[in-house]
């Protein structure tokens, strides 16, 4: 029965090699702590590949525990690029992802025929596929600051900044779309003019074929993983890593879930338990903003991440 099962799969893998277009980006995307990191090393092996991050916080060399970055075993297994790239001081967003990763991708299919991007942040991942509107230069501190405001409060959080401070693009623009609000308000800050006298909205052509696969769970499945992860990371020293950058806590990079909340224990604000139960429900949260805007992605295949021959399979018929 192993036998034919592998046999099976080493089929597959050859399907894929034949019929999938040349030149191509699979891009493998999900909630956090969906599993997304090993189904895309195991991908990336059977198709001899490298891997790409389109994680926003991954690419930070003193960020580790806290924003699961893949293990060095992992690393060491497959390529991977944006992964520990920069340091917290340097100036990272979607445009920045954008030029690195198409370069990366420009390099790696000169020699293969496929890339892998993985990653859970949203903007990064239709930044490469769609390209970003040509637009005057908007500073990194207003990109960061919107970028915080969404990952902290979400869509609601846009909403009500946007109506309050462009009420030209709260009347005439897509309210219900998370990347837009995310521009416009960042543009307003930096400019005092609405993204509504700029706006064309044309997404650019790729000299590559994309195929997008998104995992999921059952929410109690899920929820339970992002749990338990966290427990995992306090276990692995979570609290002695964000004490050691206490010291750069206003910086943007470290706006985040799991180092925040530890902050605010270190300030004497809350307990340290309760601050991993915050870590805890603010990674929910989180993971449900991840998929409102999932949802909002055009051409997206969605698998459970055990999955993989059934992935194999759709991948061999796109």
């Given at each position: 029965?192993?036998?034919?099962?592998?046999?099976?799969?080493?089929?597959?893998?050859?399907?894929?090699?034949?019929?999938?277009?040349?030149?191509?980006?699979?891009?493998?995307?999900?909630?956090?702590?969906?599993?997304?990191?090993?189904?895309?090393?195991?991908?990336?092996?059977?198709?001899?590949?490298?891997?790409?991050?389109?994680?926003?916080?991954?690419?930070?060399?003193?960020?580790?525990?806290?924003?699961?970055?893949?293990?060095?075993?992992?690393?060491?297994?497959?390529?991977?690029?944006?992964?520990?790239?920069?340091?917290?001081?340097?100036?990272?967003?979607?445009?920045?992802?954008?030029?690195?990763?198409?370069?990366?991708?420009?390099?790696?299919?000169?020699?293969?025929?496929?890339?892998?991007?993985?990653?859970?942040?949203?903007?990064?991942?239709?930044?490469?596929?769609?390209?970003?509107?040509?637009?005057?230069?908007?500073?990194?501190?207003?990109?960061?600051?919107?970028?915080?405001?969404?990952?902290?409060?979400?869509?609601?959080?846009?909403?009500?900044?946007?109506?309050?401070?462009?009420?030209?693009?709260?009347?005439?623009?897509?309210?219900?779309?998370?990347?837009?609000?995310?521009?416009?308000?960042?543009?307003?800050?930096?400019?005092?003019?609405?993204?509504?006298?700029?706006?064309?909205?044309?997404?650019?052509?790729?000299?590559?074929?994309?195929?997008?696969?998104?995992?999921?769970?059952?929410?109690?499945?899920l929820y339970d993983r992002i749990?338990?992860?966290?427990?995992?990371?306090?276990?692995?020293?979570?609290?002695?890593?964000?004490?050691?950058?206490?010291?750069?806590?206003?910086?943007?990079?470290?706006?985040?879930?799991?180092?925040?909340?530890?902050?605010?224990?270190?300030?004497?604000?809350?307990?340290?338990?309760?601050?991993?139960?915050?870590?805890?429900q603010h990674t929910r949260n989180?993971?449900?903003?991840?998929?409102?805007?999932?949802?909002?992605?055009?051409?997206?295949?969605?698998?459970?991440?055990?999955?993989?021959?059934?992935?194999?399979?759709?991948?061999?018929?796109?």
């Amino acid at each position: 029965m192993r036998a034919v099962r592998k046999i099976s799969l080493a089929r597959m893998i050859s399907d894929l090699s034949n019929n999938v277009k040349s030149k191509t980006a699979i891009i493998i995307t999900g909630p956090t702590a969906v599993g997304k990191t090993e189904l895309a090393i195991r991908l990336a092996g059977q198709l001899d590949t490298e891997i790409i991050s389109a994680d926003s916080r991954q690419c930070y060399q003193e960020m580790n525990i806290g924003v699961g970055r893949p293990s060095p075993e992992e690393l060491a297994a497959v390529p991977h690029h944006f992964i520990a790239s920069h340091h917290i001081e340097e100036r990272v967003n979607a445009a920045i992802f954008e030029e690195y990763a198409l370069q990366e991708t420009e390099r790696i299919l000169k020699d293969r025929d496929h890339v892998i991007i993985c990653g859970g942040t949203g903007l990064y991942i239709r930044t490469f596929c769609e390209g970003l509107d040509e637009f005057p230069d908007v500073p990194y501190d207003a990109t960061a600051e919107v970028d915080t405001l969404f990952e902290l409060g979400g869509l609601k959080a846009l909403q009500r900044a946007i109506k309050k401070e462009d009420p030209l693009y709260a009347a005439e623009g897509e309210m219900e779309n998370p990347r837009r609000i995310m521009r416009a308000l960042s543009f307003i800050r930096a400019t005092d003019q609405s993204i509504r006298e700029f706006y064309t909205d044309k997404p650019v052509e790729r000299p590559f074929n994309i195929i997008k696969i998104q995992l999921d769970l059952p929410r109690p499945e899920l929820y339970d993983r992002i749990n338990r992860r966290v427990t995992h990371m306090m276990d692995q020293g979570l609290w002695e890593e964000a004490k050691s950058l206490y010291k750069h806590r206003k910086l943007q990079a470290l706006q985040t879930v799991g180092y925040r909340e530890l902050f605010e224990s270190m300030d004497g604000l809350i307990s340290q338990d309760e601050a991993v139960n915050m870590i805890r429900q603010h990674t929910r949260n989180y993971a449900k903003r991840q998929l409102t805007w999932f949802k909002k992605e055009t051409g997206m295949k969605v698998f459970h991440p055990g999955q993989f021959e059934e992935i194999l399979k759709y991948l061999t018929t796109v």
